[in-house]
């Protein structure tokens, strides 16, 4: 998916009985939906140069995935509000399964994550995640969220994180 631009329906790229490997986006503009791209179980993912702007969720909801590069992306006001002081987060989400599936080899690299509701990044369940080279700002509550990872790496250098409500990383 090459020089796109969406307003509604978002991108949802799932495995189910064929095999989906090599996906490359780039280059789009991904606004005004539910949840900017959500990957399930896909192997060998390129998300680049994309501007993911004003989703009522996560930018980009990976769940699980393997092999994902996220670079120079423009990552910004997504995620949602909702009643007694909880929310949809819009950063990206790295998570697995409920059923005991990781996402692994994920790397986040040369992007802008401001203004998201909720967290820039959250990993949960994940192993040998690296999150390198971003700028991370002005997300309500934490830069980069990382939570229920066992027996693997996050691998966090060189980010720019500042001025995010609780913390940069918790």
């Given at each position: 998916v090459?020089?796109c631009?969406t307003?509604?329906?978002?991108?949802?790229i799932?495995?189910?009985?064929?095999k989906?490997?090599?996906?490359?986006?780039?280059y789009?503009?991904?606004?005004?939906n539910?949840v900017g791209?959500r990957?399930?179980?896909i192997d060998?993912?390129?998300?680049?140069?994309c501007r993911i702007q004003?989703n009522?969720?996560?930018?980009?909801?990976l769940?699980?995935s393997?092999h994902?590069y996220?670079?120079?992306?423009e990552?910004t006001?997504?995620?949602k509000?909702l009643n007694?002081?909880t929310c949809?987060p819009g950063?990206?989400?790295?998570?697995g399964?409920?059923?005991?599936?990781?996402?692994?080899?994920i790397i986040?690299?040369?992007?802008?994550i401001?203004?998201?509701?909720?967290?820039?990044i959250?990993?949960?369940?994940?192993?040998?995640?690296?999150?390198c080279y971003?700028?991370?700002?002005d997300?309500p509550?934490v830069?980069?969220w990382?939570?229920?990872?066992s027996?693997?790496?996050?691998?966090?250098?060189n980010?720019h994180?500042f001025?995010?409500?609780?913390?940069g990383i918790?």
């Amino acid at each position: 998916v090459t020089n796109c631009s969406t307003d509604g329906a978002g991108i949802t790229i799932s495995k189910s009985s064929i095999k989906l490997t090599n996906v490359d986006i780039s280059y789009c503009i991904i606004k005004n939906n539910d949840v900017g791209i959500r990957a399930v179980n896909i192997d060998f993912l390129n998300i680049s140069f994309c501007r993911i702007q004003n989703n009522q969720g996560s930018c980009i909801h990976l769940y699980p995935s393997f092999h994902v590069y996220i670079t120079n992306c423009e990552i910004t006001y997504n995620g949602k509000y909702l009643n007694n002081n909880t929310c949809i987060p819009g950063g990206i989400s790295i998570e697995g399964s409920e059923n005991g599936g990781m996402s692994k080899d994920i790397i986040v690299s040369n992007c802008s994550i401001t203004n998201n509701i909720g967290c820039g990044i959250l990993v949960e369940s994940s192993r040998n995640i690296e999150i390198c080279y971003n700028s991370i700002f002005d997300n309500p509550w934490v830069g980069i969220w990382v939570l229920g990872v066992s027996g693997g790496q996050v691998n966090l250098y060189n980010n720019h994180i500042f001025n995010n409500g609780i913390d940069g990383i918790y």
